[in-house]
């Protein structure tokens, strides 16, 4: 997974939060390698604005996808291999998850002074 | 940090979304000690209905606060220890980081079943 931070967005923007913990003994080879996948993908949704991803070792991951609009996240949501990998991640993948969809109402940061 | 999983929540509320890279040179034990003060401390921030945290080791850290409404935003954001953690933050712990506040239009879920 990419630890890029994503840069100053101007609103309107939606974030959609994933917050996920992993099964135990779930195939985690072949879990990375769709996660990968699917980063691959959804770089070519039309409205999708970058992603930010972070896992704590055995414990908790939370990605957050940055999307223009509502109809760049149903693009995602309806994109068939996404759907597929999604039902592979009930099956196999995940002990639980949730996904909470925001529409942004601000956003602002700090870059460390050189 | 806690590694829990905030359960369903009706909306409305509102996510924090709180991305950081942290300095490598920065003092961690401070780090750490100061993000479990706040923990607890905004545990008492009336309208705060929890958080989910991870962090990628050397890498991206990323935390969700979930609120109610603005106004326990707000009280949060005012709290003067809170600013004076921040202030600590941005001197001394981070690299850069990136804030976003979303109004929640839905949510969903899935627990593995048994």
């Known amino acids: 997974m990419s630890d890029h931070l994503v840069a100053g967005i101007e609103p ?3 974030t959609v939060v994933f917050t996920s913990r992993l099964r135990p003994d779930g ?6 390698e769709t996660a990968r996948r699917m ?3 959804v770089a070519g949704v039309p409205g999708f604005l970058g ?3 972070a896992r704590t070792p055995g ?3 939370i990605t957050v996808g940055y999307f223009r609009d509502e109809e ?3 693009a ?3 994109d068939l291999e996404h759907q597929s990998a999604q039902r592979r991640g009930r099956a196999e993948w995940y002990e639980r998850y ?3 969809v925001g529409r942004v109402e601000r956003s602002y940061g700090h870059v460390r002074a050189e």
């Open 98 to 100: 949730s996904v909470h």
């Open 51 to 53: 992603y930010e991803s």
């Open 27 to 32: 195939d985690h080879d072949a879990y990375t």
């Open 12 to 14: 309107p923007y939606y």
């Open 59 to 61: 414990g908790l991951g």
């Open 76 to 78: 995602w949501r309806m």
């Open 72 to 74: 760049a996240i149903a």
């Open 39 to 41: 980063e691959e993908l």
